[in-house]
């Protein structure tokens, strides 16, 4: 009921309900339009870097490219499984809910900065998989022998429709 009445309160109950809003930009000129978008390419490209080396180290993780990493991760799920089994899922639900709004208090701060200081510690050693670039070759890089075989190949298969 409280929910309700502070939506209705802040406008965001009646007849605007659903309604999205959007906040034009103010005017610009193109040179600043381009470095914005430079900046938000940038962004994107170290996002989707970060996203590949977390999606290489989950593969080594996976396939025990590290068989320490891998068997802490097994013993931490195997007493996950058996934590959820043996305790009712409501106490489990309750006891996370109460972590995640107690972890900011004075007396659990530092506690839960050296956790998530392990964590992030545990997942730097974890080597990424190693990934091998392969340069590109153009048509001007391939050999006599090679451009031979292309167009004799192309002429048989050519002969082969007629």
Same mark, same amino acid.
Do not use: C, H
């Given at each position: 009921?409280?929910?309700?009445?502070?939506?209705?309160?802040?406008?965001?109950?009646?007849?605007?309900?659903?309604?999205?809003? $959007?906040?034009?930009?103010?005017?610009? #000129?193109?040179?600043?339009?381009?470095?914005? &978008?430079?900046?938000? %390419?940038?962004? &994107?490209? #170290?996002?989707?870097? #970060?996203? #590949?080396?977390?999606?290489?180290?989950?593969?080594? +993780?996976?396939?025990?490219?590290?068989?320490?990493? /891998? /068997?802490?991760?097994?013993?931490?799920?195997?007493?996950?499984?058996?934590?959820?089994?043996?305790?009712?899922?409501?106490?489990?639900?309750?006891?996370? $809910?109460?972590?995640?709004? /107690?972890?900011?208090?004075?007396?659990?701060?530092? %506690?839960?900065?050296?956790? $998530?200081?392990?964590?992030?510690?545990?997942?730097?050693?974890?080597?990424?998989?190693?990934?091998? &670039? +392969?340069?590109?070759?153009?048509?001007? *890089?391939?050999? &006599?022998?090679?451009?031979?075989?292309? /167009?004799?190949?192309? *002429?048989?298969?050519?002969?082969?429709?007629?």
């Amino acid at each position: 009921m409280l929910l309700l009445k502070g939506l209705k309160e802040q406008g965001r109950l009646g007849r605007s309900f659903g309604k999205v809003t $959007i906040r034009d930009q103010p005017p610009s #000129n193109t040179i600043q339009k381009i470095i914005a &978008v430079k900046e938000a %390419m940038r962004d &994107v490209e #170290n996002y989707l870097q #970060n996203l #590949n080396v977390t999606l290489l180290k989950i593969r080594t +993780i996976i396939l025990s490219g590290q068989p320490q990493v /891998t /068997t802490e991760v097994a013993l931490v799920l195997l007493g996950s499984a058996t934590i959820l089994l043996v305790v009712p899922f409501k106490y489990v639900l309750g006891f996370v $809910i109460l972590d995640l709004f /107690t972890r900011e208090l004075d007396f659990r701060r530092e %506690m839960a900065m050296r956790f $998530i200081r392990f964590l992030k510690e545990r997942w730097d050693t974890v080597p990424a998989a190693p990934v091998a &670039v +392969i340069p590109y070759e153009s048509d001007d *890089s391939w050999s &006599v022998d090679q451009r031979k075989e292309i /167009t004799d190949k192309k *002429s048989e298969r050519t002969q082969k429709q007629y």
